[in-house]
């Protein structure tokens, strides 16, 4: 008999709904039954592409024996971190000031008032390698809640007073200049494997935001060896078995330090941050290998992620047939008798496919030839190409991994914006028409709901969303605009602007927090600040805030931003890796943003100067577009009226580029020489 679980729209919380344990969704009846029956809550937070979910499931959740301790003893609560990030930071704050980790699954114990007074991550059905087995652990927080309570509830005040206090003093000993943030690089350069590329060891996470803000010091200090590091991570990662190498796409982080073995599962955000992070690497080297290692990602994105909505799906796991990694492992034999080849064959070499094998006896692909040519991305038509599309359709005919095919706000406007950066980097339209179509489905969906949702899947909304879901999708709507130049664009990141203020900012603390004013009250309001695999909801609402103080002239936003960025900035030097869509922030606002205007008749006549300037790696800027004769009437008349493109005019009737700082502009342009010339000499573009 399934348990409340089924009635959920969250795919891992429906994945429990056959578990013997007596599951609650996050709600209030489940504390209020925990109040009545004077039992401790059990807290499980996890996520349907998380490999030691399953795992903790199938030893403990599905157990029997196990489940009748918990619901003898507990009011067990499951939880999607996904679907509420809030109550995950939360929780995930307390365990990890109680043990100095945290992780998924996470598991917190906590009185029915919501107090945390214990936690860990995962634990096994019977005791291993050290660890307690979970029936010990059920049994033992038991005991403590009736007979010991008053020292669980001194525990709980402690860990609730300490995740409280987290928040640095911005007016304390803050020098926001240039000289501080070289500091931060000289930090990312001591870190860096220069071996093997990448950063932490023994597992590797790619790091988009680090090396983001990388590519924006190179561009500054071409002397500086920010770009080698930045190509030897890229390669090494492409290269590596951390990515599909048939199917194309990331997986969430290596656990070796030569980027061989992933877990296995894939996640939205990631492909899209990497996306947009080879095609930045393009802009700037302009070497084939980063563009086709982007297309190739969105190529996978748009296969096998994507609805007919062209809305995105947030996961896939990394379990299948009931084996870690099984879909994406591969034996010699396997290999050999799918391309009719030798076992000696060169193909074979260069992938390191062999008898014994790299992952459990068996291959994950990685290519350890001449990495410069790669024959995927380097030359993606050479004559081993058609090997992998072999390959691939082989692996179609295997039992594929879960897919999680809820549509999380955020995570879709990251992917968004990664076919945008794809169509500026390549020229490609189908890119851009993809990226439209997005916009236009949470559009609808947004219009469905009512405001900014957090979730939407088979027709059911989660719920509210939270700062990062607006912050993302004005950044992407911003986006848009600057490649369309279709102004609503901007009047909605605008409209949207205002309510993410009024709904997140508070200027008594001069902090966002991640969860709106009149959202669910929890035992503390977070306010994350550290960018962890995604960027944090402060750093994307700065980053937006930034751009639109500029198009608007909004001395709020600028106010805003600048409170946001003392908060955090001297923790960020002290470890970059934590705060790396911050330090791209600071850049911008220290370097200072080029504003970017182009005025012409109609869109097609603007793409003719937009295009060059869009060839061109130019992080730190803001882009305004102005087709005279496409809109017309009070959408025109509120988007001419701002300072970038108040009193601009076309130059001899033709279209025209500005290129400005603080609303002062150099002499325009109408002729793509001219403007060849002028980005030549505007190295700080």
């Known amino acids: 008999m399934p348990n409340r679980l089924a009635r959920e729209t969250s795919p891992y919380l429906i994945q429990h709904s056959n578990n ?48 009748s301790l918990m619901n003898e003893n507990f009011v067990c609560i499951k939880v999607d971190r996904e679907e509420r990030p809030d109550v995950d930071s939360v929780y995930m704050s307390a365990v990890q000031a109680m043990t100095g980790h945290g992780g998924w699954p996470l598991t917190v114990f906590l009185t029915p008032e919501r107090r945390p007074f214990f936690g860990g991550t995962y634990y096994p059905s019977e005791p291993r390698g050290g660890m307690p087995g979970f029936p010990q652990i059920l049994d033992a927080i038991s005991d403590a809640y009736f007979n010991r309570r008053a020292d669980l509830e001194t525990t709980s005040q402690h860990v609730i007073e300490h995740i409280q206090g987290r928040i640095e003093d911005p007016s304390v000993g803050i020098q926001f200049n240039m000289e501080r943030l070289n500091d931060a690089y000289t930090n990312l350069e001591q870190q860096y494997d220069w ?91 302009r070497d084939d290998f980063y563009k086709f290692v982007g297309i190739d990602i969105l190529n996978y994105i748009s296969r096998d992620m994507t609805s007919q909505d062209g809305l995105f799906y947030s996961a896939s796991d990394a379990d299948s047939e009931g084996a870690e990694g099984a879909y994406f492992i591969w034996s010699l034999d396997e290999v050999c008798s799918v391309l009719e080849t030798d076992r000696d064959s060169q193909f074979l070499q260069d992938f390191d496919i062999t008898e014994d094998g790299n992952f459990e006896g068996k291959n994950i692909f990685h290519f350890t030839s001449k990495q410069n040519d790669h024959p995927f991305f380097k030359k993606k038509d050479g004559p081993q190409a058609h090997y992998r599309k072999k390959l691939l359709e082989e692996r179609y005919k295997k039992e594929a991994p879960f897919r999680d095919e809820k549509i999380i706000f955020s995570w879709n406007a990251l992917m968004g914006q990664a076919f945008l950066d794809g169509y500026a980097a390549t020229g490609d339209s189908q890119l851009l028409d993809k990226a439209i179509l997005n916009i236009k489905s949470l559009m609808k969906l947004k219009k469905e709901f009512g405001g900014i949702f957090r979730s939407w899947k088979d027709g059911k909304f989660s719920g509210y969303g939270y700062l990062e879901d607006y912050a993302n999708f004005i950044n992407l709507l911003i986006n848009a605009h600057a490649l369309t130049s279709n102004p609503n664009y901007l009047l909605d990141a605008q409209v949207l602007a205002d309510g993410m203020v009024l709904k997140f900012w508070d200027q008594s603390n001069r902090t966002f927090y991640d969860t709106p004013i009149d959202g669910e009250e929890l035992i503390y309001r977070p306010n994350e600040l550290y960018d962890n695999a995604v960027p944090s909801g402060s750093s994307s609402a700065s980053d937006s805030l930034r751009k639109l103080a500029i198009i608007f002239d909004n001395d709020e936003y600028r106010d805003i931003v600048k409170f946001t960025e003392r908060t955090v900035f001297n923790n960020s030097l002290e470890h970059p890796t934590a705060f790396g869509n911050w330090l791209t922030g600071f850049w911008d606002g220290l370097v200072g943003m080029n504003e970017i205007v182009i005025i012409g008749e109609t869109n097609s006549d603007i793409n003719i100067l937009r295009n060059i300037l869009l060839k061109e790696y130019v992080p730190n800027s803001v882009m305004v577009c102005e087709a005279q004769g496409d809109y017309r009437g009070d959408v025109f008349e509120k988007i001419h009226s701002t300072p970038l493109l108040k009193e601009r005019d076309l130059l001899a009737g033709k279209s025209t580029v500005y290129i400005c700082k603080n609303y002062t502009c150099e002499l325009p342009v109408n002729n793509t020489e001219d403007l060849k010339n002028l980005l030549k000499h505007h190295k700080e573009i």
Request: aromatic share 16%.
């Open 20 to 67: 013997p344990v007596d599951w609650h969704a996050w709600n209030d009846e489940a504390f209020v039954l925990a109040k009545q029956l004077d039992k401790p809550v059990l807290l499980s937070i996890g996520y349907s592409s998380c490999h030691w979910c399953h795992v903790m499931e199938q030893e403990s959740f599905e157990n029997e024996e196990i489940a």
């Open 195 to 285: 071996a093997l590329g990448g950063f932490g060891a023994p597992i590797k996470f790619p790091q988009p935001f680090v090396h983001e803000f990388l590519l924006r010091y190179y561009a500054t200090y071409p002397d500086s060896m920010a770009l080698q590091i930045v190509e030897k991570s890229l390669k090494s990662m492409a290269c590596g078995g951390i990515y599909d190498q048939i199917g194309g796409g990331f997986h969430r982080y290596s656990t070796t330090v030569d980027w061989l073995t992933p877990h296995f599962e894939k996640m939205l955000y990631d492909n899209a941050l990497l996306a947009r992070l080879y095609f930045h690497a393009f802009q700037i080297t």
